[in-house]
């Protein structure tokens, strides 16, 4: 009795050991008093666990460094976990039978949806980049009150085969695409009462086929069509008045605009960081310097750094032999090339010499210390 009574205290004492090394972490902790509280307010991500699970333990330090990423006060995700030994109300309510179990919630939805791959960063980053997305499609009234055309493969011939048609080539993902989304909301809201003229998008994410067609090589990209044919690139700035000037010019008409509270916001040039992929990764890193920035689009981390990634490239930008680069880990065509990589976090930089990777960044990601790091490279190779 006395062995069997040592045995459970230790056992408790493990489990409570294991509970107070974790509860200090960047992810979240819920409950049965909170969990549904929680849920409603945010899109969360959440792994339901056993303290003794060998699996949860393995996956703990991705769990958390994930959570590290995501747990940010201006982010619409939050990552979070749930102890089912402690709390098996919540557990048994989403018919939990196996540790660790992920689960996707997008706001208000108690239901979830299950992850199901490997459980590495750049999967589940996808996972949820995908669940993100389809969340933003759920909205057609938004894109009915502002006449955007949303094309695809089964319609872009047919929308774009009469008339004239301004058309974004964009990835959910691509920052300078966030940020212009309002701009060309705002264009097509302008245009809706103008019969001649469309206003669309596509996600090359979602088809690929329709973008290489037309030579599509970076986001956001924007093409003018007349009678199903390319006529123009726009290069131009990306504000409001702009866009409005190049369609009135394309156009041949005036559009008149009414549109108060937006801002007139200027944009970054798109040419100064290139977007690489698995396919064209390579041969864009054969000659001279690469620095490249592996990011996720929902990294905190990765979102900071990328204002002054972009001045990097701009500074950089004419100086020959040298290539300021980026590439999204979390699009499906990317996940197996950055574990080739080795990435095991985000944002993570390197830098390859003439296709050899050379060195690994660990410093710090201030504007000066970035170009001193690349220069240095330089002036090593000219010795």
Same mark, same amino acid.
């Given at each position: 009795m006395k062995v069997a009574s040592v045995v459970t205290l230790l056992y408790f004492f493990v489990l409570k050991v294991f509970a107070d090394n974790t509860e200090d972490t960047p992810s979240f902790k819920y409950t049965a008093q909170n969990f549904n509280d929680e849920v409603s307010k945010k899109h969360h991500f959440i792994m339901f666990y056993a303290p003794w699970c060998g699996h949860c333990k393995s996956f703990s330090p991705t769990w958390e460094q994930l959570a590290e990423m995501l747990n940010e006060d201006d982010s619409n995700i939050r990552i979070a976990k749930v102890d089912c030994t402690s709390d098996a109300k919540v557990c048994s309510e989403q018919d939990i039978t196996g540790y660790p179990t992920l689960k996707f919630f997008k706001v208000g939805d108690n239901e979830g949806v299950r992850f199901r791959g490997t459980r590495d960063l750049p999967t589940i980053t996808n996972f949820i980049n995908e669940q993100l997305r389809q969340g933003d499609e759920d909205h057609p009234d938004i894109r009915k009150e502002f006449s955007l055309k949303e094309l695809t493969d089964d319609n872009f011939d047919s929308v774009i085969e009469s008339g004239k048609a301004f058309v974004k080539f964009y990835a959910p993902w691509c920052g300078h695409c966030q940020r212009l989304a309002p701009t060309w909301l705002a264009l097509a809201k302008a245009m809706e009462f103008n019969e001649e003229i469309t206003i669309a998008k596509i996600d090359c994410t979602e088809y690929r086929d329709v973008c290489t067609t037309f030579d599509v090589k970076g986001y956001p990209t924007m093409l003018w069509f007349e009678n199903g044919q390319k006529v123009d690139k726009y290069s +131009?700035?990306?504000?409001?008045?702009?866009?409005?000037?190049?369609?009135?010019?394309?156009? *041949?008409?005036?559009?008149?605009?009414?549109?108060?509270?937006?801002?007139?916001?200027?944009?970054?040039?798109?040419?100064?960081?290139?977007?690489?992929?698995?396919?064209?990764?390579?041969?864009?890193?054969?000659? +001279?310097?690469?620095?490249?920035?592996?990011?996720?689009?929902?990294? +905190?981390?990765?979102?900071?750094?990328?204002?002054?990634?972009?001045?990097? *490239?701009?500074?950089?930008?004419?100086?020959?032999?040298?290539?300021?680069?980026?590439?999204?880990?979390?699009?499906?065509?990317?996940?197996?090339?950055?574990?080739?990589?080795?990435?095991?976090?985000?944002?993570?930089?390197?830098?390859?010499?003439? +296709?050899?990777?050379?060195?690994?960044?660990?410093?710090?990601?201030?504007?000066?210390?970035?170009?001193?790091?690349?220069?240095?490279?330089?002036?090593?190779?000219?010795?």
């Open positions: +131009g700035e990306r504000s409001l008045e702009d866009l409005k000037n190049y369609v009135n010019k394309m156009a *041949g008409s005036k559009i008149k605009l009414n549109l108060p509270g937006l801002d007139d916001v200027k944009f970054l040039d798109d040419d100064a960081v290139l977007d690489l992929s698995s396919e064209n990764f390579n041969e864009e890193i054969q000659d +001279g310097i690469t620095f490249v920035d592996f990011f996720s689009p929902w990294c +905190g981390h990765c979102k900071r750094l990328a204002p002054t990634w972009e001045q990097l *490239g701009r500074k950089l930008q004419n100086t020959q032999g040298i290539k300021i680069a980026k590439v999204d880990c979390t699009s499906p065509e990317n996940r197996e090339f950055c574990n080739q990589q080795e990435i095991e976090g985000f944002p993570s930089l390197f830098l390859y010499k003439d +296709g050899q990777k050379v060195s690994q960044y660990n410093g710090n990601r201030e504007l000066e210390d970035l170009y001193d790091f690349v220069t240095d490279h330089m002036v090593h190779d000219e010795l």
